[in-house]
Nanobody, 130 residues
Framework: QVELVESGGGLVQAGDSLRLTCVGS????????IAWFRQAPGLEREGLSC????????????YYADSVKGRFTASRDIRKNTAYLQIDRVKPEDAGIYYC???????????????????WGKGTQVTVSS
């Protein structure tokens, strides 16, 4: 059974940094792509980033929403089946519930679309104080 568990959320001050973690289980690491989404109150779930599975050369691709480029850094540790989302210079608009999700195709196709994901974690709440 595929399971994704996010952690690392909490109360953070604007300007600080935060690292979110997503631990996967029940599937072979580096088969799925891993994406991060955020849902703020009253808004739709927004795609933030996606890391594809590695190709034959061992290279993966990382995609970011324009709104977070330069401040968000996604990474993954295949050995631990864990993905990370580093958020630097946190802004009030970063507040929301952060979800990680997996895409079975593995190539981040339409990654910014929640419907493209196959499995979801339950989310971790990020609250920003200014």
């Amino acid at each position: 059974q595929v399971e994704l568990v996010e952690s690392g959320g909490g109360l953070v001050q604007a300007g600080d940094s935060l690292r979110l973690t997503c631990v996967g289980s029940g599937f072979t690491p580096d088969v799925y792509a891993i994406a991060w989404f955020r849902q703020a109150p009253g808004l739709e779930r927004e795609g933030l980033s996606c890391i594809s599975r590695s190709d034959d050369a061992g290279e993966s691709k990382t995609y970011y929403a324009d709104s977070v480029k330069g401040r968000f850094t996604a990474s993954r540790d295949i050995r631990k089946n864990t993905a990370y989302l580093q958020i630097d210079r946190v802004k009030p608009e970063d507040a929301g519930i952060y979800y990680c999700a997996s895409e079975f195709v593995g190539v981040c196709a339409s990654w910014y679309t929640p419907e493209a994901m196959d499995y979801w974690g339950k989310g971790t709440q990020v609250t920003v104080s200014s």
